[in-house]
């Protein structure tokens, strides 16, 4: 008993030594199971990233991304292969430096590597981008040879390392494992050097066998040979080829003694550039070839067409000789044909002449029938405007009348309120002169007002019986931009008159250079005045439409070229509908309501225009937004 209480120190000491371990080893049995299942998340991760690198890329998007996945999962191989995809790509849109960059960066990653697996494979991929480059282009090949180049150096340093004992380093997602910390066994790397490069698949050392063709190495050499000692080929190509099998063979050689000091990584970097040169060269030799072959074919096919030119020759000769025999036979037919010939050419001169006179007699006498026609026309309309002048001149003195008493009465009603002012207003009471004096005021404002407007229609009505004034059709020198103006005031007046309310904004663009037309003044003014009317009812019914943020606009324009006089008149108004702009010169056609509009205003000013002057009158109108007409008299 004395004994078991003298150790029992000891045995809880040691109880408590095993809890602890126990609690210990449970801790790191469950972060060895995390770490585990994360590296085999990222092992499967980098899996598929490895599968997207080894395939071909020709799209710089995909390139970018696979780029960023490989930086998120912190791997370095998969940076390079993607670096090197891009830089390809951007090395065949001509972005030489951007690719340079990307190259640089690579190489710097490359000679990190410190994974001898990792280091192999990245060679292969790299070797499989650069032969794809080289298919684009030959010189794009050697913008890869630094990767290659750090590529092989970070193989030697990695087989250095193994070759030590000191192991190189790990792949950066493996696991712990006890195994690791174990030291590698010397001699059995010492044994077979050779097994890291054997692991390079067998596609990445023989370049051509995927390839329709293949040639053996004397046959080319053989072709070669007969290039370059060929007495019709190139100097240029002589010197290129000789230089491209040189550097074959030296690369050749330097891989052949790299691989037997054991340098696997520059064997394999010089045994690349050999199957590059190898291919150049053996490319380079068919094509030769086959422009030899296209060469020869070429020329027997143009002796054939010289032995077939030759017989064609010969039987065109025997066929000369029988034309000369045949045309000593026609030219006697032909002395006799120009005998007769002779004498039929007298008859059908004669006949021609007849024919002349009788065309020209024809020609004379459709021009005197078009003249006739044209004075029919303008003498009919010359009859419409006589009658609607009539008309209006009889409207015109009946208005008259009444305005002339209107303004008579309103001149003496005046007088008699100056005469009231003079002599009984004196008379009144002082309370009674300030209210008076108020009203004779205000009646001799009305007065004033009603003489002043008066006046307007007096002049108004003047206007009138000038427009209406029997047409003589005579023409005469007239300058229409005054004729333009005075319409344009008139038509604008005489629709203030009825609406007081109505205003618009006249605007003129007159050319200076204009002159003088011969025309008929009367006529063209109705035509003036029709189309002005037209303008301001347009222009007045939009306004009652949108009597907010519009401003009516009537604008005239003149211009002079070298056939022709243009006078444009448009509005902002409500414009014409697109089914009946074909209608409006129709005869009694109007879209006014009824009442407002006779439907002959442009009719009348359409036949006026074209038959009576030989212009044109032409309209271009959108619905809601305005119209605008345009007269071409011709100059002549």
């Known amino acids: 008993m004395k004994r078991f209480f003298r150790c029992r120190p000891v045995l809880q000491f040691i109880l408590f030594f095993t809890l602890a371990a126990i609690s210990l080893q449970a801790q790191v049995i469950q972060v060895d199971s995390i770490v585990t299942s994360e590296w085999q998340r990222s092992k499967s991760d980098i899996g598929r990233l490895k599968a997207a690198l080894s395939q071909n890329m020709t799209s710089s998007p995909v390139a970018d991304s696979l780029l960023i996945v490989a930086r998120q999962l912190a791997y370095p191989p998969g940076q390079v292969i993607a670096l090197c995809q891009l830089a390809g790509i951007r090395l065949q849109q001509q972005q030489t430096q951007q690719a340079a960059g990307l190259l640089q960066e690579a190489s710097q990653l490359a000679e990190q590597t410190r994974d001898l697996k990792e280091s192999v494979w990245m060679m292969n991929q790299v070797s ?12 794009f090949s050697a913008s890869f040879v630094p990767v290659l180049e750090s590529l092989g150096r970070a193989m030697s340093v990695s087989a250095s390392m193994l070759g030590r004992g000191k192991g190189a380093r790990a792949f950066p997602f493996e696991p712990p494992t006890s195994t690791s910390k174990q030291m590698p066994d010397r001699r059995a790397f010492q044994a077979n050097p050779s097994d890291f490069v054997v692991q390079v698949p067998n596609s990445a050392f023989e370049p051509l066998q995927n390839r329709h063709f293949r040639f053996k190495t004397d046959i080319v050499d053989r072709l070669l040979d007969t290039l370059i000692h060929f007495d019709k080929s190139s100097p240029q190509v002589v010197v290129q080829l000789t230089e491209q099998k040189k550097r074959r063979d030296s690369s050749h050689e330097l891989s052949k003694a790299f691989a037997k000091e054991g340098d696997y990584a520059k064997a394999y970097q010089y045994f690349l550039q050999y199957s590059a040169y190898k291919d150049s060269l053996t490319a380079e030799t068919t094509t030769r070839r086959l422009a030899s072959l296209a060469y020869k074919q070429n020329l ?7 032995k077939l030119l030759t017989k064609d020759r010969q039987l065109r000769e025997q066929e000369s000789n029988r034309q000369r025999q045949f045309v000593l036979v026609l030219v006697g037919c032909i002395a006799l044909l120009a005998a007769f010939s002779i004498i039929l050419t007298r008859n059908n001169r004669a006949k021609h002449l007849a024919n002349q006179q009788l065309h020209e007699q024809k020609e004379a006498l459709q021009q005197t029938l078009v003249e006739l ?17 009539e008309l209006t001149a009889g409207i015109a003195h009946e208005i008259q009348n009444p305005l002339n008493f209107v303004n008579n009465f309103s001149e003496v009603s005046s007088e008699l309120v100056d005469e009231l002012k003079e002599g009984p207003f004196q008379n009144l009471p002082e309370t009674d002169k300030e209210y ?15 003489t002043h407007h008066g006046s307007r229609a007096s002049a108004i009505v003047k206007g009138m019986l000038e427009h209406s004034r029997t047409s003589t059709g005579e023409r005469q020198p007239t300058d229409l931009n005054a004729l333009c103006d005075e319409y344009l005031r008139l038509a604008y007046h005489g629709l203030r008159a009825k609406d007081k309310t109505f205003n618009a904004e006249l605007k003129t663009d007159f050319d200076p250079k204009l002159g003088k037309l011969t025309v008929v ?11 002005f009317n037209n303008a301001f009812y347009a222009v007045s019914e939009r306004k009652k439409q949108q009597p907010d943020n519009y401003h009516p606009t009537v604008k005239i324009s003149t211009k002079r070229t070298a056939n022709q006089v243009t006078i444009r008149i448009s509005d902002n108004g409500t414009g014409i509908p697109q089914a009946v702009k074909d209608k409006i010169f129709q005869p009694f056609f109007t879209t006014k309501p009824s009442g ?41």
């Open 128 to 139: 499989r981008i650069q032969r794809m480059s080289s298919r684009t282009s030959p010189s």
């Open 300 to 306: 027997l096919k143009k002796e054939a067409q010289i």
């Open 373 to 389: 026609k044209t004075t029919q026309d303008q003498l009919i309309q010359s009859e419409k405007m006589a009658s609607l002048g």
């Open 436 to 450: 008076a004096d108020e009203i004779l005021g205000d009646l001799t404002l009305n007065l004033q007002k009603i």
């Open 521 to 531: 003044q009367q006529d063209l003014g109705r035509v003036l005045l029709n189309l």
């Open 596 to 636: 407002a509009g006779t439907g002959l205003g442009l009719s009348l000013s359409y036949d006026i225009i074209t038959k009576g002057h030989n212009g044109s009158l032409l309209v271009q109108s959108q619905e809601g937004e305005g119209t605008a007409f345009t007269i071409e008299l011709p100059i002549s």
